[in-house]
Nanobody
């Protein structure tokens, strides 16, 4: 079993900052990729940012230059520093971990329950 737990959401004014954290735990052999998705009301879930175990990163165009993803491989933890937040960043943010539970077993997708981010004055 793999558990994924997010924290750090909340209410912030436009232009403000928040830092999200996500920790994967349990039967983890290797956390290959960890990332953040978000889903706004009435919209599909979208990829915000992801980072590989080797440190390669990807950002959605809408957050480039404002959000920074980082990770601590030893702790199977990923962070999302969100700066210059806009009302359109309001969404539930979900952590995703692509994890191998044993050597030779294909990795699986594991999701957290989500943390709400509201950007409003």
């Amino acid at each position: 079993q793999v558990q994924v737990v997010e924290s750090g959401g909340g209410l912030v004014q436009p232009g403000g900052s928040l830092r999200l954290s996500c920790a994967a735990s349990g039967s983890i052999f290797s956390a290959n990729v960890m990332g953040w998705y978000r889903q706004a009301p009435g919209k599909q879930r979208e990829l915000v940012a992801r980072i590989t175990r080797g440190g390669s990163t990807y950002y959605a165009d809408s957050v480039k230059g404002r959000f920074t993803i980082s990770s601590d491989n030893a702790k199977n933890t990923v962070y999302l520093q969100m700066n210059s937040l806009k009302p359109e960043d309001t969404a539930v943010y979900y952590c995703n971990a692509v994890v191998s539970t044993r050597w030779g077993v294909p990795p699986g997708d594991y999701w957290g329950q989500g943390t709400q981010v509201i950007v409003s004055s």
